[in-house]
């Protein structure tokens, strides 16, 4: 158990001592209380790339955590009423995305990457647009609000190197022998709920069944031999374009 | 029909006396009526109402809810007195309700200092009464005695400064004509100390310092100005054995939390267990789990009371499992240390000198790079209330199983009303969670763990999916109820952890689950999310 855990630690974060969850609950606040002008990928501020590891005031972590809840007065960055702890996560997060941002960058073509997805990728076997595709897999109308191009890019090419907890398969069988799986929604002591792979909504009794266990291989497959890194840089530029419904 | 009115109400006047003292200690004569924050002194959390079995519970019932207009965390356990409930909606309004209807008698309405600052939310786990007048710690750090009969404040005392982060959050406890309290605050760097008041007028009639003074005993486990800034705060009840005159408190860490640097020493009294004359405070024996201490340890958790056969012979027993992932048994006249065993994962330690002082793994202190430890910084258990039975001779604890936290330290400089902590626990628990429980197996899991006190082993678990905040109240039937994050309430056998009966309540428990009767319904009562609840058996 401990060596898992720093085996988690160490390689998805590297030298730094956050933890996933730490990185979680960062990620949670981030898009909630940041991203509306920083944005998801932490670039749209000018002189600002937080993605990179590169801020304007400060960049040690008790530096950050002061921006944050105190503010830059005399600019748009405004005080936020958190618990210093909590700010600590948002640095946390901050850190990972640098750690893990490389230097992929949306510079293909959207339109271009739109026709791969809705054509040659089959995308949409699995995963749903704007109301088109499968909902076996994750939603992807918002992914561009939620992640950045250097995770959208390593899922394509590795899916199984990040998998979100949400996005979790799981394999359950019955006591009568019976298999079931599906995405993992929620769960609870007594009860599991899921989207299986005919896309229907299930909450199951975990007493009814005999195994419950995460399914080690993404379903998704890698599309580093599918795709050329063109087409590739396209339908990560188009993937990234993606915002969700834009409110009036 | 005139006289049969005539007899009810005569009965209700008979029995709406006074809350004395003699009651309070005897509480255990009158079940019906739940008079303490853990419902006797020994503070078992256990209670002899016996309508509700194992071949009935499954009958329960939903009675009543009461919805408090509050977000807070709803960390209350009422008081009932002869049908009559006081609780607490967060973080300070104290509410009188019908106990069979959840009809409100009155509400009183207190807004704290904006001053006011607490680490861990704008909370409030209940009240104390003695004879007609309840009283309540408040977050910003005033002891307040209401009148039960109509919420009308009678006195307001000023326990501490909120603006240095002096807070109270935890229910009085009253000793004869004192009403004992401690304050919270370990985060902010305060000077912790637990002191009792004239139950009349509030005035201060003794004092104890959690961190000893220059001038007095345990001093000399800080050096320098550390002592000043040393936290040792106080956030649960305490117990009270009448025959020794001895009331016990659980306190708080060492201030900044994890780093120990700049606090060299044992750090007394924090992280320890005192047991103080209730007559003047003076301090009669301490015992120090968490020796300098970088975890954040606390050992505020509820001093269970209990008299017990040990190898043979009587003992007034104390048992207390504690933050640091340890049960342990202590001899409450003498404060000996009698036996510590892990009932979660733990590798800070590796066992106990021969005078109960933990041997130290080496290596495991916090780091600028983060070393992992378990129990975890939230503990293997924490603020919520444990049970012992004494029919099952087993204690029971909500735990998180299998929970650790990388600890990183930094160096922190006091300023007033800041956050002192030294550095930051990595967590692999979400802080809050959101609609969906997507936990993941590093997070470890909640649990009620059963323990035999004579061994330490464990007899039974019930597994939950999510963490646990819940506390744990057994009877005289051989029930247990609990809850947790999930939502659910369920009781188990206390014997075997089976489980017989669930509600799902929609809302994380937070608190811990009490009973009570009235006009000869038992009835078990728990805050789940933003609501009270009460259940009894179909009629």
């Keep these: ?221 890698s599309y580093q031999e599918k795709l050329s890194p063109e087409e590739r840089a396209d339908l990560v530029s188009y993937l990234v374009s993606l915002k969700g419904v834009v409110r009036q | 029909m005139k006289l049969r009115l005539l007899f009810l109400l005569s009965m209700c006047w008979s029995v709406s006396a006074q809350v004395t003292f003699d009651r309070i200690l005897h509480a255990d004569r009158e079940p019906w009526n739940w008079l303490t924050y853990s419902g006797t002194m020994l503070s078992q959390r256990f209670t002899q109402l016996n309508q509700i079995t194992p071949a009935n519970v499954g009958n329960l019932e939903l009675r009543w809810v009461w919805q408090a207009r509050s977000l807070e965390k709803f960390e209350a356990t009422p008081l009932v007195v002869d049908g009559v409930m006081y609780t607490v909606q967060a973080p300070n309004d104290v509410v009188a309700l019908d106990a069979a209807t959840g009809r409100v008698f009155w509400a009183w309405s207190y807004i704290p200092s904006q001053e006011a600052r607490v680490c861990c939310g704008r909370v409030n786990r209940g009240l104390a009464i003695l004879g007609d007048t309840l009283f309540m710690g408040t977050i910003d750090a005033h002891l307040i005695a209401l009148d039960a009969k109509n919420g009308k404040p009678l006195w307001d005392k000023k326990i501490g400064r909120p603006e240095a982060g002096y807070s109270l959050t935890h229910a009085p406890l009253i000793v004869r004509d004192k009403v004992i309290v401690g304050v919270a605050g370990g985060e902010y760097g305060i000077r912790g100390l637990i002191a009792a008041y004239d139950v009349k007028n509030g005035a201060e009639a003794w004092r104890f310092n959690t961190i000893p003074g220059p001038d007095e005993p345990g001093h000399e486990t800080w050096q320098n100005d550390a002592w000043k800034t040393g936290g040792g705060s106080i956030w649960v009840t305490g117990s009270y054995d009448p025959d020794l005159n001895l009331t016990y408190w659980g306190i708080g860490n060492p201030g900044p939390d994890w780093n120990g640097d700049s606090r060299p020493g044992d750090n007394l009294y924090t992280d320890s267990v005192v047991a103080l004359d209730a007559d003047t405070g003076k301090l009669k024996w301490q015992y120090q789990f968490s020796p300098h201490d970088e975890f954040d340890y606390d050992s505020v958790e509820i001093p269970v009371l209990a008299d017990v056969e040990w190898q043979g012979k009587p003992l007034k027993a104390m048992y207390w499992a504690n933050r640091n992932g340890l049960f342990y048994v202590i001899d409450r006249a003498t404060g000996k240390f009698l036996s510590g065993k892990p009932f979660v994962e733990v590798n800070w330690m590796k066992g106990f000198d021969e005078k109960g002082r933990p041997m130290r793994v080496p290596g495991k202190v916090p780091s600028n790079q983060g070393t992992l430890i378990y129990p975890g910084n939230q503990g293997g258990t924490n603020w919520y209330s444990p049970s012992y039975s004494p029919r099952t001779g087993l204690f029971y604890i909500s735990t998180w199983a299998g929970y650790s936290s990388l600890y990183v330290k930094r160096v922190d400089e006091y300023k007033e009303g800041n956050q002192y902590g030294g550095g930051t626990p990595r967590s692999p628990v979400p802080f809050s969670r959101s609609a969906q429980n997507y936990r993941k197996e590093d997070e470890g899991f909640g649990a009620v763990r059963a323990i035999d006190p004579q061994t330490g082993e464990r007899k039974w678990e019930f597994r939950m999916s999510d963490i646990t905040e819940a506390g744990i109240l057994t009877t005289a039937t051989d029930l247990l109820f609990s809850g947790g994050r999930e939502g659910y309430f369920y009781a188990l056998d206390a014997r075997s952890g089976s489980l017989l009966w669930k509600a799902n309540l929609g809302g994380a428990i937070s608190a811990g689950p009490m009973s009570y009767s009235v006009g000869g319904r038992q009835y078990v009562a728990i805050s789940a999310g933003n609501s009270l609840f009460t259940f009894a058996l179909r009629p």
């Excluded at chain 1, 960055?77 to 992929?104: C, D, K, Y």
């Excluded at chain 1, 909902?135 to 995770?151: C, M, Q, W, Y």
């Design chain 1, 1 to 221: 158990m401990v060596g898992v855990f720093v085996l988690i630690a160490g390689s998805v974060l590297a030298q730094h001592s956050f933890t996933p969850g730490d990185v979680e609950d960062g990620e949670r606040l981030y898009l909630a209380n940041c991203a509306v002008c920083h944005a998801p990928d932490g670039n749209m501020v000018p002189g600002a790339d937080l993605a990179h590891g590169r801020f304007r005031h400060t960049s040690t972590d008790a530096g950050l955590v002061e921006t944050i809840l105190k503010g830059i007065p005399g600019t748009a960055m405004p005080p936020h009423n958190l618990p210093e702890f909590r700010a600590m996560t948002i640095v946390a997060f901050l850190r990972s995305i640098a750690e893990t941002s490389g230097n992929a960058t949306a510079t293909g073509d959207a339109a271009k990457g739109r026709t791969i997805f809705e054509g040659k990728g089959n995308c949409r076997n699995c995963h749903r647009v704007g109301g088109s595709g499968s909902r076996v897999g994750p939603d992807l109308s918002e992914i561009g609000a939620t992640r950045r191009a250097a995770e959208i890019d390593r899922s394509l090419v590795d899916p199984d190197a990040e998998v979100l907890p949400q996005n979790r398969y799981v394999r359950l069988v019955g006591k009568d022998g019976a298999v079931v799986m599906g995405r993992l929604l929620n769960q609870d002591a007594f009860t599991v709920q899921l989207i299986d792979t005919k896309e229907r909504l299930l909450s199951l009794n975990r007493s009814d069944f005999k195994e419950f266990a995460f399914v080690a291989k993404s379903p998704m497959p």
